[in-house]
C-alpha cells in the first residue's frame, strides 16, 4: 500500500521547492551587468557571511532549467519563463554551431564561450536544459541544440570506449578515458532519452544502452555502484562530493550519482530486459539499508529522487525512508528568511572543494546550485506536481 502523504504536506513541498526556483530567479545576474559577459548567468554557489559568488557553468545551467522548467509548468508565472529565456542566451554562447568544426559541432563549452575545453557530462546537463527549454516554449531552436549535443554524442561513441569525456576546443579534438568506465560519466547519455520522448528517433539509443550497460558494470554484488569498474586501478580516493566516504572499499561507493538511475531505468524501459529494474532495485534496497549520511550534504536529495522512481518503476513504496530523513537531510538545509536574494529559497552545503568552497569558510555557508537542484527535484516528486524534470526517466510531461 502507498504511503498517504498528507495535502497540507505536499503543498508544504511545492511551496519550498518554488523557493528553490525563486533563488535561481532572484540570484541571477541581469540588469546592472550589461557590460559584462557574466549577464544572464545564474550562480554556481553564493558564500552568505561574505556575500561571495561564483557565476555558473554549462552544467549549473542545465539544472537551473530544470527546476525553473517544472515552477513554470505547475504555477504558469512568467517570471520563471522569463528567467529561463536569460539564461539560455549564455547557454547559447556556450554551444558552437559552426559547421566548419566538424568534430566539436554541437558540444558545449565549460565555464565560457572561449573556454578550451568543454566536460561532456557537464554539457549534456545544459543539452537537458536546452530541451526543458524546448518544452516550456516550443520554440525549435532549443530542439535544434539539444538535438545537435546528442549528434555529436552519437558521431564519436565508440562501442569500444562508450562515449568521450571532453570536447577540446585547441586544436579540435575529443577525448576518451581510458576504458570510458567512470560511473557518473555514463550520465552523459541522459539527454539521449529526453530526446527520443520527443521524436521517437531510435538512433540515440544504442550508446544509451550501452551507457547503461556500463554502470551495471560497478554495482556491486551488495547493490551498492561505486565510481570505477575496476577499485583496485585507484589507490588514493579523495572525499568529495560524490564519492571518499567511509574506510577501506567504501570510499569508492557513489554517494551523488548524478542521476545514472535516469539511464539504466530507460534501458528497461526501451528494451523491457529486467537486469536492468532488478539492478536498480538492488540499489534502492543498498540505498535505504545504507544512507544517508551528513556528507556530502547533496547526497540524500538524489538518493531520495533515485528511491523514489525505482519505486515507481517497479511498484515499490520507498516513501517511508524519504520522509523519515526529509527534515535533517533536505529540509533544514533549505535557507529561508535571511532577506538575502542570493541565499533565501536555496540549499545550504558545499563539498566539492573537501570542507566548503573556494572563498574558505565552512560547508554551510554556501548556498550551491547541485544542493538546489537535487532538493527541488525531490520536493516537486514529493507534492504530485512534478517529476524532476531533467534527473528523471519521467522527464517533462508532455
Known amino acids: ?50 556575500k561571495k559568488e561564483v557565476p555558473g557553468l554549462n552544467w549549473t545551467h542545465g539544472r537551473a532549467q530544470f527546476v525553473l522548467s517544472e515552477a513554470y509548468r505547475i504555477t504558469a508565472d512568467k517570471k520563471y519563463l522569463e528567467s529561463m529565456e536569460l539564461g539560455a542566451r549564455y547557454m547559447r554562447a556556450l554551444q558552437p554551431l559552426d559547421p566548419y568544426y566538424a568534430v566539436t559541432y554541437g558540444s558545449i563549452h565549460e565555464e565560457i564561450p572561449q573556454a578550451p575545453r568543454g566536460g561532456v557530462l557537464d554539457g549534456a546537463q545544459a543539452a537537458s536544459g536546452f530541451l526543458g527549454l524546448y518544452h516550456a516554449t516550443g520554440n525549435p531552436d532549443y530542439l535544434r541544440r539539444g538535438r545537435a549535443f546528442c549528434e555529436f554524442l552519437l558521431r564519436t561513441w565508440r562501442p569500444d570506449r562508450g562515449l568521450p569525456v571532453w570536447a577540446e576546443y585547441y586544436p579540435e579534438r575529443v577525448e576518451y578515458e581510458k576504458e570510458s568506465m567512470g560511473c557518473i560519466h555514463q550520465a552523459s547519455a541522459i539527454p539521449f532519452w529526453h530526446l527520443y520522448n520527443i521524436t521517437g528517433e531510435g538512433q540515440f539509443l544504442p550508446p544509451l544502452i550501452d551507457a547503461a550497460d556500463r554502470i551495471l558494470q560497478c554495482q556491486r554484488d551488495d547493490g551498492g555502484i561505486n565510481y570505477i569498474r575496476d577499485i583496485r586501478s585507484v589507490k588514493e580516493v579523495p572525499l568529495n562530493h560524490h564519492w571518499g566516504l567511509g574506510e577501506g572499499d567504501e570510499r569508492y561507493l557513489l554517494r551523488n550519482d548524478d542521476g545514472i538511475v535516469v539511464v539504466v531505468l530507460a534501458a528497461y524501459m526501451i528494451t523491457g530486459d529486467k537486469k ?34 525505482i519505486g515507481k518503476v517497479a511498484g515499490k513504496d520507498y516513501t517511508p525512508w524519504i520522509l523519515a530523513n526529509l527534515k535533517k537531510h533536505c529540509l533544514d538545509l533549505q535557507v529561508c528568511g535571511t532577506g538575502d536574494p542570493k541565499a533565501d529559497g536555496g540549499f545550504c552545503g558545499e563539498d566539492e572543494e573537501g570542507n566548503a568552497g573556494i572563498f574558505g569558510g565552512k560547508a554551510k555557508d554556501y548556498v550551491p546550485t547541485r544542493n538546489t537542484c537535487y532538493m527541488a527535484g525531490l520536493l516537486y516528486r514529493l507534492s504530485g506536481k512534478g517529476t524532476g524534470a531533467g534527473f528523471s526517466v519521467f522527464g517533462w510531461p508532455k
Request: proline share 4%; hydrophobic share 40%; with cysteine.
Open 1 to 50: 500500500m502507498a504511503t498517504t502523504i498528507s495535502e497540507k504536506d505536499r503543498k508544504s513541498y511545492l511551496d519550498r521547492a518554488l523557493m528553490a526556483a525563486d533563488w535561481f530567479v532572484n540570484s541571477q545576474f541581469h540588469g546592472s551587468r550589461v557590460w559584462m559577459g557574466d549577464n544572464c548567468r545564474f550562480l554556481y554557489y553564493y558564500y552568505m557571511p561574505e
Open 276 to 309: 536492468y529494474l532488478d539492478a536498480m532495485v538492488h540499489y534502492a534496497d543498498w540505498t535505504i539499508a545504507n544512507e544517508p549520511h551528513e556528507r556530502p550534504y547533496n547526497a540524500f536529495g538524489i538518493q531520495a529522487a533515485n528511491v523514489f522512481d
